[in-house]
T-cell receptor, first 115, second 115 residues
Framework: GAVVSQHPSRVICKSGTSVKIECRSL??????MFWYRQFPKQSLMLMAT?????????EQGVEKDKFLINHASLTLSTLTVTSAHPEDSSFYIC???????????FGPGTRLTVT | AQSVAQPEDQVNVAEGNPLTVKCTYS??????LFWYVQYPNRGLQFLLK??????LVKGSYGFEAEFNKSQTSFHLKKPSALVSDSALYFC?????????????FGRGTSLIVHP
């Protein structure tokens, strides 16, 4: 199957700083990427849908000014957590969609810890 | 609105026994149904999907799922469980025809296979 990479896999940052997470589709072009947040032993919470070349669509309750999403190319989407706080600590997962196959391919996730 | 229900938080099964992880769904159009597996601190891995055709779908690692339209179910099954199958399993639905194409995930079921 297709491969989606995510970088970094783990990051620790201080409160008030910003962190950028990259999501790349390595062997296919993804017009749509999704960003999820997952709390321990819980399901995926969709944060936003990112379409290449256009603004991301955020789910209700997700602050777009805090979680900046950029999908500048068909293989790269980035999530920037701005002015991070401890409550932003979580596991962030991206996925890239192959629309023709109606399949999502998930990245390995990024563990963010804000101290 | 589309929804997915995974009624069991946890399923316990002895190694070698058959396993079933339940999933029911609700969509307005024709469902595209998926199962994913997640190992600790990892992203989701695709197991199988149903779009159309044969109601019994075979997937990775010996898993299969049966689409039952009348019961709106898509239970995941395996004839003989392995300890290495222990993980978190997610059912997901997408509706490309009648509703939002955004995928909806169930809350996840933790499968524990005992030696």
């Amino acid at each position: 199957g297709a491969v989606v990479s995510q970088h970094p896999s783990r990051v620790i940052c201080k409160s008030g700083t910003s962190v950028k997470i990259e999501c790349r589709s390595l062997d296919f072009q993804a017009t749509t990427m999704f960003w999820y947040r997952q709390f321990p032993k819980q399901s995926l919470m969709l944060m936003a849908t990112s379409n290449e070349g256009s603004k991301a669509t955020y789910e209700q309750g997700v602050e777009k000014d805090k979680f900046l999403i950029n999908h500048a190319s068909l293989t790269l989407s980035t999530l920037t957590v701005t002015s991070a706080h401890p409550e932003d600590s979580s596991f962030y997962i991206c996925s890239a969609e192959d629309r023709e196959l109606a399949e999502q391919y998930f990245g390995p996730g990024t563990r963010l810890t804000v101290t | 609105a589309q929804s997915v229900a995974q009624p069991e938080d946890q399923v316990n099964v002895a190694e070698g026994n058959p396993l079933t992880v339940k999933c029911t769904y609700s969509v307005s159009g024709n469902p595209y149904l998926f199962w994913y597996v997640q190992y600790p601190n990892r992203g989701l891995q695709f197991l199988l999907k149903y779009i159309t055709g044969d109601n019994l779908v075979k997937g990775s690692y010996g898993f299969e799922a049966e689409f039952n339209k009348s019961q709106t179910s898509f239970h995941l099954k395996k004839p003989s469980a392995l300890v290495s199958d222990s993980a978190l399993y997610f059912c997901a639905v997408r509706d490309f025809t009648g509703g939002s194409y955004i995928p909806t995930f169930g809350r996840g079921t933790s499968l524990i296979v005992h030696p």
